[in-house]
């Protein structure tokens, strides 16, 4: 099953606005979504840069979204809303694209995962390997939204 993701700010595929980068403010752009199973019991988000020169980067990890939630503002601060992962820029929250310059355009995934378990029983600031295993064998359904961004 899928979730349809949502991001108004700019079109799927197409380039990521500047205001939601290192380049700009880098805050975290609004998210809605639609489509999850009844069991859905919470979500996860992930953020991730396949393109990365070292292997796939991580931007954002967020888990322990409540079911009732179908949307995530922008601009979000972590602790606001469910639990937050360390990034690897090495901080905990949302960090922007941020390729290197001169490298042409990356993709950036939003994924967002509707989980069997209404809690993943992660510590906050979590890393993306302990998040990857405790998502495995809780994912009911997963929806993705893909942006580009290119630093000249």
Known sequence: MSLK?????????????????????DVSPAIEWQGAPETTRSYALIL????????????WLLWDIPRSTT???QGFKA??????????F???GYGGPCPPPGRGAHRYFFRLYALDEPALKLQRGAKRMQFNRAIEGHVLAEGSYMGRFERR
């Open 5 to 25: 993701l949502i991001i108004g700010a700019f079109p799927e595929g197409g380039p990521i606005p500047r205001l939601f980068t290192c380049e700009g403010a």
């Open 48 to 59: 991730e840069d396949p393109d990365a020169p070292s292997g796939t980067f991580t931007h």
């Open 71 to 73: 949307a995530i503002a």
């Open 79 to 88: 602790g606001s809303l469910g639990e937050s992962g360390t990034n690897d």
């Open 90 to 92: 090495g901080k905990i």
